[in-house]
């Protein structure tokens, strides 16, 4: 089994930054593509960000510019820097892998508890 656990969460003001992060432990024998989703209230879930194991990102139009997805394969840990943030970024962040636990096991989603940030005016 994969566990994920995202930290860094908070409350900052507007023109502030934070930054996640997300560890993944447990059975692992390699992990791929690792992205960020966020839910805000009342908000269907979106994807902020993704990055490929060779370091290809793709960004949601909203964070351009502001947000910058890392990973540390090493220690099996993806980042997201949060720059400029703005009140409408307020929502509970979730992180994902899409993991083998075996060489010979499918990989599969696995997803975090989430973090909440609140960005303040």
């Known amino acids: 089994q994969v566990q994920l656990v995202e930290s860094g969460g908070g409350l900052v003001q507007a023109g502030g930054s934070l930054r996640l992060s997300c560890a993944a432990s447990?059975?692992?024998?390699?992990?791929?593509?690792r992205g960020w989703y966020r839910q805000a209230p009342g908000k269907q879930r979106e994807l902020v960000a993704v990055i490929t194991s060779g370091t290809n990102t793709n960004y949601a139009d909203s964070v351009k510019g502001r947000f910058t997805i890392s990973r540390d394969n090493a220690k099996n840990t993806v980042y997201l820097q949060m720059n400029s943030l703005k009140p409408e970024d307020t929502a509970v962040y979730y992180c994902?892998?899409?993991?083998?636990?075996?060489?010979?096991?499918?990989?599969?989603?696995?997803w975090g508890q989430g973090t909440q940030v609140t960005v303040s005016s």
């Open positions: 994902n892998a899409w993991t083998r636990t075996t060489m010979y096991t499918p990989e599969y989603d696995y």
């Open positions: 447990g059975s692992i024998f390699s992990i791929n593509v």
